[in-house]
Nanobody
């Protein structure tokens, strides 16, 4: 069992930056692929970024490529999402998720989810 707790959300002006963190419990964090998803009001939860357990694979949604960076520190059981050049359309609840499966882009692949953290970008 893995428990995930996100932090770092908040309110920022367009063009600004935020850094999200997701702390995981348990001693097997390094064996999980990790992803970030987001959900805006009235919309489905969508993929943002993912990183494999060995950091050999990193993926981004086209909408955030070049602006967001995902990373992980297995020694700290933490995955990060650095968000730069934020836009109002980035406003959403951001969720951290973990999976033991190879597939990282599909939210159905993820077994574990955090409670989410709100990111609001004002124009």
């Amino acid at each position: 069992q893995v428990q995930l707790v996100e932090s770092g959300g908040g309110l920022v002006q367009a063009g600004g930056s935020l850094s999200l963190s997701c702390a995981a419990s348990g001693r097997t964090f390094s064996s999980y692929g990790m992803g970030w998803f987001r959900q805006a009001p009235g919309k489905e939860r969508e993929f943002v970024a993912a990183i494999s357990r060995g950091v050999g694979r990193i993926y981004y949604a086209d909408s955030v490529k070049g602006r967001f960076t995902i990373s992980r520190d297995n020694a700290k059981n933490t995955v990060y999402l650095q968000m730069n050049s934020l836009k109002p359309e980035d406003t959403a609840v951001y969720y951290c998720a973990g999976t033991g499966r190879y597939e990282l882009l599909d939210r159905q692949s993820y077994n574990y989810w955090g409670q989410g953290t709100q990111v609001t970008v004002s124009s």
